[in-house]
């Protein structure tokens, strides 16, 4: 999982601009929901992006040194969001919006992935759960293993991305940013099929997808949303 450089590199793949576009004018629960819960929050890029809004914000992070930059005033939570039980949000929410960003779910393995699906649905007063996952059918056609590729960033800088196989299910994604900045990871393939049957299995009703379109290339991955 990324850590180190959080703002400088996850805040170049993402225009958080966009992202909160793409959550006001796509999103079929985000305007109405009570609460914004944005977890894992990192340090706030989301929040920053929405510095404006009237709504209220919820931050939930493992890391506290990420959560020490986040300076807006919105509620923190320090809590591993595998354990996440009960959320502290006042009596009249009931109707909050979780929020979650940049593939975390194709971090995790297959079990996994369905405990984390089974905290969320569990908490009770999110009634709407937002999330992205890579488009598999897309890296197919478009990613070889062992070759490089360059993409061009929203802030103009180039990304250079490796994949390798890891295992069955898995790949190593190799990173460089801006020609110096190194980063790996182990992500794991979801597909939209199984993630369907996933988020049913666990209890949720509606389902509906869509490119993430704040992404580059637009479909690359998809967003999807969860209501009860």
């Known amino acids: 999982?990324?850590?180190?450089g959080y703002n400088k590199t996850i805040g170049t793949i993402i225009d958080y601009n966009k992202l909160y576009r793409f959550l006001l004018n796509d999103s079929l629960f985000f305007n109405n929901c009570d609460i914004i819960i944005d977890a894992p929050c990192g340090t706030g890029l989301l929040f920053n992006a929405m510095i404006n809004s009237q709504k209220r914000f919820v931050g939930i992070d493992i890391s506290e040194?990420?959560?020490?930059?986040?300076?807006?005033?919105?509620?923190?939570?320090?809590?591993?969001?595998?354990?996440l039980k009960d959320?502290?949000?006042?009596?009249?929410?009931t109707n909050a919006y979780l929020h979650c960003g940049f593939?975390?779910?194709?971090i995790f393995n297959s079990e996994e992935r369905q405990k984390l699906l089974e905290v969320i649905f569990n908490l009770k007063k999110v009634a709407s759960f937002g999330f992205e996952i890579q488009n598999k059918e897309f890296q197919d056609i478009n990613f070889q293993y062992g070759k490089w590729f360059e993409s061009l960033l929203p802030n103009n800088?180039?990304?250079k991305t490796k994949s390798s196989k890891f295992s069955t299910n898995?790949?190593?994604?190799?990173?460089?940013?801006?020609?110096n900045e190194k980063h790996e990871e182990i992500l794991h393939y979801w597909t939209i099929n199984d993630c369907i049957n996933d988020c049913l299995n666990t209890g949720w009703k509606n389902i509906t997808i869509k490119y993430a379109s704040y992404r580059k290339p637009i479909n690359s991955h998809y967003?999807?949303?969860l209501n009860r």
Request: charged share 20%.
């Open 1 to 4: 999982m990324i850590k180190s």
């Open 65 to 83: 040194s990420q959560l020490s930059q986040i300076k807006h005033n919105i509620q923190l939570i320090k809590h591993d969001i595998f354990k």
């Open 87 to 93: 959320l502290a949000l006042p009596t009249w929410c």
């Open 103 to 106: 593939s975390f779910f194709n």
């Open 157 to 159: 800088k180039i990304l």
């Open 170 to 179: 898995s790949y190593k994604l190799e990173m460089i940013f801006d020609g």
């Open 223 to 225: 967003f999807i949303e």
